[in-house]
Nanobody, 117 residues
């Protein structure tokens, strides 16, 4: 049974930092592209960042220079370090595991990030 579980969300002031974690089980983690997406109220879900099994990364323009993504293949974990947070970063953040075939695509339930003073 595949499980993708996010943690680390919360309320933070503008300019603050948060680190999101994603724990994956039931998959061969090293074979999966791991991604973080977010969805703000009234908006579509959008890609924040993704990382290949070998560590190649891609970021949305809106978070470049502020967010970093990493993974630990030995622990089946992915992380999103978010610095210099802005109110516009407020959203539910989802972890995605995308496998080598389209049917192997799994999502967590999301974790809320709220940036507000």
């Amino acid at each position: 049974q595949v499980q993708i579980v996010e943690s680390g969300g919360g309320l933070v002031q503008p300019g603050g930092s948060l680190r999101l974690s994603c724990a994956a089980s039931g998959i061969i983690f090293s074979s999966y592209l791991m991604g973080w997406y977010r969805q703000a109220p009234g908006k579509q879900r959008e890609l924040v960042a993704k990382i290949t099994s070998s560590g190649t990364t891609k970021f949305a323009d809106s978070v470049k220079g502020r967010f970093t993504i990493s993974r630990d293949n030995a622990k089946n974990m992915a992380y999103l370090q978010m610095n210099s947070l802005e109110p516009e970063d407020t959203a539910v953040y989802y972890c995605n595991a995308a496998g080598p075939i389209p049917q192997w695509d799994y999502w967590g339930e999301g974790t809320q990030v709220t940036v507000s003073s």
